[in-house]
């Protein structure tokens, strides 16, 4: 009798090392959930992170809508600029005539400037001459005022061999030409100008002082004066004049000199 064949069978396989059936029978971890419930916690925490997740993809979509929104709002404004720019005409912008104007201004500006200089130079040329002119005349008025009396006779009979000599007069201003005075005349208005408000005409007395003032200075001559030269009571009393003298000093216009113990005044000029 011929053996009886057993029937082939399939050999059951190694449960594997990482399989869930085998970790939740592992003895290793004797505190850990039985079956499946080692997950819950797992799955838990990876359904909080897909939550987050979902929340900043809607977050990024919410942005980009805007952006969007924006992009087709700026792009209409745009637009709107450029055709209005097309269409709107503009007259105050400048042209090639404009170019050409400014240019010619500058030219004018400069020749004007130029000009100026000249006539400054010119200026002081002019008044070195004049105070050299003035102080010859000066010299020579002084040398005519000196004049001598002679013997006289009474008509009495009584007859004197006596002579008097008259003496020497204060030295007058020497004359100017109507062109010396006029150019006098500008040089005391650009120094006036130089002055505060007060002297420039809000009160005409002080302005008359201080004219005064300085036409004594222009006649000294480069001499040195004090301040009582000036005094001419009762209008142009001691306080004027020093009130006149201390605006010049602080304009620079006067140089003040109490080296010799003795206060002098000596006249600079507009710069």
């Not at 003895?27 to 979902?54: I, R």
């Not at 061999?161 to 201003?173: D, E, I, L, Q, Y």
Request: hydrophobic share 35%; proline share 6%.
């Amino acid at each position: 009798m011929p053996p009886t064949q057993t029937p082939h069978r399939t050999p059951l396989r190694r449960v594997s090392q990482g399989s869930l059936f085998r970790l939740s029978r592992s003895g290793a971890y004797p505190d850990a959930p039985h079956g499946l419930g080692f997950l819950e916690p797992a799955m838990s925490e990876f359904l909080d992170e897909t939550e987050a997740l979902q929340t900043n993809v809607d977050g990024m979509k919410h942005l980009s809508d805007s952006l969007a929104t924006f992009n087709e709002s700026f792009a209409s404004w745009l637009y709107i600029m450029n055709m209005n720019a097309l269409t709107t005409d503009w007259p105050q912008a400048p042209t090639d005539a404009s170019f050409v104007l400014a240019k010619k201004r500058a030219e004018e500006d400069a020749i004007t400037a130029m000009e100026a200089m000249h006539a400054q130079t010119a200026a002081k040329s002019r008044e070195m001459q004049m105070a050299a002119a003035i102080a010859a005349d000066k010299t020579t008025a002084s040398d005519a005022d000196t004049t001598y009396a002679g013997n006289t006779t009474a008509t009495t009979g009584i007859s004197s061999n006596k002579s008097s000599t008259v003496p020497k007069k204060k030295g007058a201003k020497a004359k100017l030409t109507a062109k010396e005075k006029k150019e006098r005349s500008i040089e005391i208005e650009r120094t006036i100008a130089c002055l505060p408000l007060e002297f420039r005409g809000s009160d005409p007395g002080l302005r008359r002082n201080m004219e005064t003032v300085i036409e004594g200075l222009m006649y000294s001559s480069g001499q040195a004066l004090k301040l009582t030269d000036f005094i001419s009571p009762p209008d142009l009393n001691q306080a004027r004049v020093n009130k006149c003298l201390i605006a010049l000093v602080n304009r620079k216009l006067v140089q003040k000199e109490n080296s010799t113990g003795t206060v002098l005044y000596h006249w600079k000029g507009v710069p």
